[in-house]
Nanobody, 116 residues
Framework: QGHLLESGGGLVQPGGSLRLSCTASGSSANIYTMAWYRQAPGKQRELVAMFGSGGRPVYADSAKGRFTISEDDAKNTIYLQMNSLKPEDTAVYYC??????????WGQGTQVTVSS
């Protein structure tokens, strides 16, 4: 396991864009996959985007067409480009790393607020 460092959250107007970053410390050889989740006030944490089978991006319905997950293997970093943001996207966004040994780490979370 390692430490996850997230950044890129903030306040943005509806229709705006943000890019979140998550960097994992430690050896990338132990990492099975990485993903983005979010948790809105009073709601359960939900998957936003992940790398599925074969490394293909998988998106929640709410994220399709607006969000893009990408990775930079050399930097042990994943990104979440969020466009056309809506007030309902307001949440704390978390990065998750799953390891080959079955364990997982969560980042500390970064707040995204979409409001005019």
């Amino acid at each position: 396991q390692g430490h996850l460092l997230e950044s890129g959250g903030g306040l943005v107007q509806p229709g705006g864009s943000l890019r979140l970053s998550c960097t994992a410390s430690g050896s990338s050889a132990n990492i099975y996959t990485m993903a983005w989740y979010r948790q809105a006030p009073g709601k359960q944490r939900e998957l936003v985007a992940m790398f599925g089978s074969g490394g293909r991006p998988v998106y929640a319905d709410s994220a399709k067409g607006r969000f893009t997950i990408s990775e930079d293997d050399a930097k042990n970093t994943i990104y979440l480009q969020m466009n056309s943001l809506k007030p309902e996207d307001t949440a704390v966004y978390y990065c998750r790393t799953d390891y080959y040994n079955g364990s997982a780490d969560w980042g500390q979370g970064t707040q995204v607020t979409v409001s005019s």
